[in-house]
């Protein structure tokens, strides 16, 4: 399976600022996307990262408050936007390799804190 | 809508019995499933996927299994041991390609 690193793996911002996660995978895939799962909490699909394209959001979330990048096939940048407390969660970015199945692979997390 | 949950939140077994971990899904068109286990501070890691067409799937100690006349999904371990606590997620995958996540099962093994 792909192997997933994500920058920073932690961080402690203050309300208002913004923050950019990398996500880059060792090897090209098909389909990248965020994630973000809140304290104790399951984990919820941010968008997906097109590769050369707008992402595609889902209902809850906006480009303007999660702007994402994805420049090739093997990184994505996710931005969280002036940021407040209640965005404090860990970010994930995950990864589907479409070879003879539809596995989902995960990165390590990004485990922000906004102050 | 979608949505994908587990029948309890926590699961504390002896090590070296079984664990049973259950999870309920609404969608009956979706057709993939997949289990991850999540230790503290890291990712969600890939154990163990079924296609609809199956009922049964079996990988090293784990087994899963699917009834789709109820929705339902399990997963078994075998012999569980200290390294199998983890927060365990059930997905369901819809025709989109996008993963619904259940809620989570804390399973903790007691030495």
């Known amino acids: 399976s792909a192997v997933i690193s994500q920058k920073p793996s932690r961080d402690i911002c203050q309300r208002g600022t913004s923050l950019t996660i990398q996500c880059q995978v060792d090897?090209?895939?098909?389909?990248m996307f965020w994630y973000r799962q809140q304290p104790g909490q399951s984990l919820t699909l941010i968008a997906t990262?097109?590769?050369?394209?707008?992402?595609?959001?889902e209902s809850g979330f906006v480009i303007d408050k999660f702007p994402i990048s994805r420049p090739n096939l093997t990184f994505s940048t996710l931005t969280v936007s002036n940021m407040s407390p209640e965005d404090s969660s860990i970010y994930l970015c995950?990864?589907?390799?479409?070879?003879?199945?539809?596995?989902?692979?995960f990165g390590p997390g990004t485990r922000l804190t906004v102050t | 809508g979608e949505s994908v949950g587990l029948h309890l939140p926590t699961l504390s077994v002896q090590e070296g019995d079984n664990s049973i971990i259950n999870c309920a899904y609404s969608?009956?068109?979706?057709?993939?499933f997949i289990w991850y286990k999540q230790e503290s501070g890291k990712g969600p890691q890939f154990i163990i996927d079924i296609r609809s067409n199956m009922d049964k799937r079996q990988g090293q100690r784990v087994t899963v299994l699917l009834n789709k006349t109820v929705k339902h999904l399990s997963l078994q371990i075998a012999a569980t041991q200290p390294g199998d606590s983890a927060v365990y997620f059930c997905a369901e995958q819809n025709q989109g390609g996008k993963l619904i996540f259940g809620q989570g099962t804390e399973l903790s093994v007691k030495p």
């Open positions: 990262a097109n590769q050369g394209s707008e992402a595609t959001y």
């Open positions: 995950s990864v589907e390799e479409r070879l003879d199945s539809y596995e989902q692979y």
């Open positions: 969608n009956s068109a979706s057709d993939y």
């Open positions: 090897s090209q895939v098909t389909m």
